[in-house]
């Protein structure tokens, strides 16, 4: 069975940091394109950062280009997305998905191109 986990989320203030990290059982995450997808209150979901298998091309939105880093350990089956100058806008569950698609880095495509979820883990900003 697969399951993926998201986990570093929480409360943070505006200008500080957090890290996510999202790790698998039953999945080998070198095997796929990789991303950071999020959900703010009453809004659709976005992908804001994706990965390519070996890490060597990366799509950032622009509301994160500069502030957030996103990368990955295949040997560690984990993925990792570093939020720095967190912003109250930023608020959000974040879901880690992983999928076949790749765009070239051009942005990270549709959810319906990620097979495996995580359950998504809550980043609260406060100003």
């Not at 996510?20 to 950071?36: H, I, N, P």
């Not at 999020?38 to 990366?58: F, H, L, M, T, Y």
């Not at 996103?70 to 992983?98: F, G, H, W």
């Amino acid at each position: 069975q697969v399951q993926v986990a998201e986990s570093g989320g929480g409360l943070a203030q505006a200008g500080e940091s957090l890290r996510l990290s999202c790790t698998a059982s039953g999945l080998t995450l070198a095997d796929y394109a990789m991303g950071w997808f999020r959900q703010a209150p009453g809004k659709e979901r976005e992908g804001i950062s994706c990965i390519s298998w070996s890490g060597g091309s990366i799509y950032y939105a622009d509301s994160v280009e500069g502030r957030f880093t996103i990368s990955r350990d295949n040997a560690k089956n984990t993925l990792y997305l570093q939020m720095n100058s967190l912003k109250p806008e930023d608020t959000a569950m974040y879901y880690c998905v992983a999928g076949d698609a790749w765009y070239g880095g051009s942005w990270c495509g549709l959810e319906s191109d990620y097979k495996y979820w995580g359950q998504g883990t809550q980043v609260t900003v406060s100003s």
